[in-house]
């Protein structure tokens, strides 16, 4: 009976790798398909832009990496390490710019930064300037801001999360040894942090690689953009997979490189911490104290205040705006809301399923398993999508009475698959950094106790990991939320998001009416973002 | 949190039940559209036709790259009935690839103009256009003569030398207006003609049509390139400030005096595996209705293609008087040149 259920979830664990890993697979699958079409189209890229592209993207992760790591780092160790006037609130609000899709952001900083924004025209008008006042907003700089202000939230939820579990009370002893306040952040606090640091990151440079919106938007040559010009504009999907590989290859590295990363260090201390007066973070006053501060406020003021007052500004000033179908806000927002919780539900249960099995079960297939999984992540929406399209329409074409072109496009199965191909990793990454901080030692105590299996991962993980889970939680349901490329292409009829209504007024360059929506996905976002802030506080 | 999970869990069983049962399709009396237009007016359209004919229509916006990609997929079992895409070398590769059903129609015949629409088999047309844009040039009244951008050529011309403002080369509008340009000049003078745009750049390629207009407005460039459905929405705006940009910039239809000014088209057609096959030729026969096509052009300011249509929209009006002279190049071949094209772009640096 034991055999038979340890069998059947193991048949389950395959069954489920397979279909997160199928996209990625028929991604790889391309080279099989290699021909003289795309190979000549590949050819000319590398001659002409593919350079280009490997060296903007390189500058653009460089940028982002030291971006979100310092802002993210920081603030976590800010409001968890120290207590200052606002903590509690900034606490929370510093989990704001993760309602902000990158692409409302980028649109809200050009549309009043640019040339020919209302910034720059002021100053011009009033003091008699001609030219350029500032720099251009949208280039490779421009967009590695706009990435960390909507990124850097990845970092601090999770390492917010590492630092609130076991930092104080080891800080505490190292005080009492004697060590100073920098070099008890630099030297306990931090390490501590580090595989969600790395997690976080990680999280962020995949979301920066697999972008489209603000780099078409700001016109900058990252290797996506050559992908989907190999996509769309030559229309060879094989030439495109084919350049996805090499994308994976670099996401591969950076995987590998966070979890050797991990391995050096050991995280996990045999003692639950349990909050007591030894804990409590330390105060902070004077000059300190307004210095901490700023440095907390500063994030939430450029990744959320401002451009939510931009675009109420453009909200205001924008034309046609009373010709929204106002009655269906309602109905975009419940779409949106139900499509990002089914999935996120869906993908937190596979993320914990694959971790425990890893824990419990760790051999060579598993790691392959999470691997391919964790790839998704990177892979850009639309070459999921492709991925997705191509071995169900062979199917389709071999057995047309399956009708399981239908039930993809026509039912909501498509497109959550898509979303969990996609997001499944960033729930993998939260649940396995929560693992790595629950020591080996609970386990072995637990089998000795009789206790394994399922039954393992229920009495002794999950209590220990409902705070990296509620976190994955968040995190997936808000990413679905602003996810587009799969979402455009994959959702039913009648179906329409909060996210797709800003995407499609916003390419219709109405950024006025685009407004509307994006405030609402904001506010939407909020929602969660709010009651898993209070979630995690608790717990 | 076990109470957030619940209502997570509630909230979702209850709308995703909503969302299955609205893919519940019905078998009578219902087109499914596939649509890359995606404006807000459009659902005016489709309500008027919903009343007028009892017809009710489910509806995917998405973008023709996706239309494309999704009805490859769906194979025989998509549940596609009308396809509307908004470039004429993509309705080109959906008609090449096997997309649409060749429909035989007097009153899409009759209405739509033979340049507009895919050319004819035995089968019948696989595509009908229904509206166009003009890719027309705009210019700072003030700092540049108009009859220094009265052809597209000049935009390449060392005259306007830092002064060119352009989204994109790989846009659909863009590689449409290359690859006729291909046909007009042949491929290597095409390629000088690229480069000389290139060097005559204000600012590297970015943003949308709007954005263009906006920084002629602004003085950061002296001329660009935009569709007419932008430059007569900024003229029609209900806010100054937009009002004023589209004050301050002239317009010009270039190559008047030779081959006529680029238009890009948008059009229609019934899908292959389409179920409801008559409701979506009366859909497709609706669009060319002096209602329908009124509504393209003054609700949208895009020209209608129904010849003889009074035209009563202000700003088109204003721009050209209500007529001008169209570019008559074959949209097959402005399709079959645009991988050519964008290698072109990549070759002289032109993103």
Same mark, same amino acid.
């Given at each position: ?16 790798a ?19 079409a ?32 310092? &802002?993210g ?28 899709p ?16 209302p910034?720059q ?26 990435f ?9 939820l ?47 440079? &995949? ?9 078409s ?34 996401v ?8 050797? $990363? ?59 705006? &009373? ?9 975009? #927002? ?9 999935t ?52 389709? $074409? ?10 993809l ?28 901080r ?102 | ?11 979702i069983s ?54 494309i ?51 004819p ?5 696989a ?13 700072d ?73 906006? $920084? ?63 409701n ?8 060319? #209705? ?7 052009a ?7 293609v ?19 002279k ?26």
């Amino acid at each position: 009976m034991v055999f038979s259920s340890r069998l059947f979830l193991r048949c389950v664990l395959a069954v489920l790798a397979l279909l997160l890993a199928l996209p990625v697979l028929t991604v790889l699958f391309s080279w099989a398909q290699w021909n003289d079409a795309s190979a000549s189209i590949l050819a000319e890229m590398a001659s002409t832009v593919l350079p280009d592209y490997v060296g903007t993207s390189l500058l653009l992760c460089a940028l982002v990496s030291v971006g979100v790591i310092s &802002m993210g780092t920081v603030s976590a160790a800010a409001v968890t390490l120290f207590d200052f006037p606002m903590r509690r609130s900034l606490e929370w609000a510093l989990l704001l710019p993760l309602a902000m899709p990158a692409y409302v952001v980028a649109y809200a900083y050009t549309d009043y930064l640019q040339f020919s924004g209302p910034l720059q025209t002021g100053i011009r008008a009033a003091f008699g300037l001609e030219g350029r006042v500032f720099p251009e907003v949208r280039n490779v700089w421009g967009a590695a801001c706009v990435f960390t202000l909507a990124l850097y939230p990845y970092v601090y939820l999770l390492a917010r999360t590492a630092l609130s579990e076991r930092a104080n009370h080891l800080m505490e002893a190292a005080r009492l040894l004697g060590a100073p306040l920098s070099r008890r952040i630099l030297r306990v606090a931090l390490p501590l942090a580090r595989p969600a640091i790395a997690a976080g990151t990680a999280l962020a440079l &995949m979301e920066t690689l697999a972008d489209f919106g603000v780099s078409s938007y700001f016109g900058i040559q990252t290797f996506t953009a050559g992908i989907y010009k190999a996509w769309l504009v030559m229309d060879n999907r094989i030439a495109a997979a084919q350049l996805a590989t090499l994308l994976l290859i670099v996401v591969v590295v950076l995987l590998a490189a966070e979890q050797r $990363a991990q391995s050096r260090l050991r995280f996990s201390s045999a003692r639950v911490d349990r909050h007591g007066s030894e804990s409590q973070p330390l105060k902070l006053q004077g000059a300190a104290a307004a210095f901490v501060w700023t440095l907390c406020v500063l994030p939430v003021l450029c990744g959320f205040v401002l451009p939510v007052l931009f675009m109420f500004r453009a909200l205001l000033q924008g034309d046609g705006v &009373m010709d929204l179908p106002w009655s269906r806000f309602v109905q975009w #927002s419940v779409t949106s809301l139900s499509l990002g919780g089914m999935t996120a539900l869906l993908a937190v249960g596979a993320a914990l399923l694959l971790a425990a099995q890893a824990r419990l079960h760790p051999n060579w297939l598993t790691r392959q398993a999470m691997g391919v999984v964790s790839l998704g992540y990177a892979v850009p929406g639309a070459v999921i999508v492709v991925g997705l399209l191509l071995p169900v329409g062979w199917v389709q $074409a071999t057995w047309p009475q399956s009708g399981v072109g239908f039930w993809l496009t026509a039912t909501v199965l498509g497109l959550v698959w898509a979303y969990l191909v996609r997001f499944v990793a960033v729930a993998l990454q939260s649940v396995q950094s929560g693992y790595a901080r629950v020591p080996a030692s609970l386990d072995d105590s637990a089998r000795m106790l009789g206790t394994s299996g399922l039954s393992l991962v229920r009495r002794v993980h999950w209590p220990l990991l409902k705070k990296p889970l509620a976190a994955a939680t968040l995190l997936v349901l808000v990413d679905v939320m602003k996810e587009l490329p799969a979402t455009l292409v994959l959702r039913p009829f009648n179906t329409d998001t909060l996210a797709i209504m800003a995407y499609q007024l916003a390419r219709d360059e109405r950024l006025g009416e685009a407004a509307l929506p994006s405030l609402a996905l904001v506010l939407v976002g909020l929602l969660p973002v709010i009651l898993l802030s209070r979630t995690l506080r608790r717990n | 949190m076990r109470s957030t999970l619940t209502v997570l869990s509630l909230a979702i069983s209850a709308v995703s039940a909503g969302l299955f049962s609205a893919s519940a399709l019905a078998d009578e009396q219902v087109i499914n559209l596939y649509s890359a237009r995606h404006y807000p007016t459009d659902e005016a359209l489709y309500s008027d036709f919903t009343k007028a004919t009892g017809i009710k229509i489910n509806r995917v916006d998405s973008d023709d790259a996706g239309i494309i990609a999704r009805l490859k997929a769906e194979g025989t079992a998509s549940p596609a009935d009308v396809i509307l895409l908004v470039d004429a070398a993509r309705l080109w590769k959906g008609e090449v690839d096997g997309m649409f059903l060749p429909i035989k129609s007097k009153t899409l015949e009759t209405a739509i103009p033979s340049q507009l629409r895919s050319k004819p088999t035995d089968d019948g047309t696989a595509w009908f256009g229904l509206s166009t844009r003009a890719r027309v040039v705009v210019y700072d009244k003030l700092k540049v003569k108009r009859e220094d951008v009265d052809t597209y050529e000049e935009l390449a011309d060392p005259k306007n030398k830092g002064k060119l403002c352009i989204r994109s080369g790989s846009h659909p509008y863009n590689l449409s207006l290359f690859g006729a340009m291909t046909e007009h000049l042949g491929p290597a003078a095409t390629e000088v003609w690229l480069k000389g745009m290139v060097d005559n750049m204000a600012r590297a390629p970015k943003g949308g049509d709007t954005d263009q207009i906006k $920084a002629v407005a602004s003085g950061e460039c002296g001329i660009a390139v935009t569709n007419t459905y932008y430059l007569a929405r900024l003229m029609r705006s209900t806010n100054p400030a937009e009002k004023a940009v589209a004050e301050r910039v002239g317009v010009v239809f270039p190559n008047q005096q030779s081959w006529g000014t680029h238009v890009n088209v948008a059009g229609g057609a019934v899908a292959r595996y389409s179920k409801n096959q008559a409701n979506a030729v009366k859909f497709l026969e609706y669009l060319v #209705s002096p209602e329908a096509q009124n509504h393209f052009a003054n609700g949208n300011n895009e020209w209608p293609v129904v010849k003889g249509m009074k035209l009563d929209n202000p700003a088109l009006k204003a721009m050209t008087g209500g007529n001008f002279k169209s570019e008559l190049v074959p949209i097959s071949a402005v399709g079959m040149n645009q991988i050519k094209v964008q290698q072109m772009l990549d070759r002289v640096g032109f993103k």
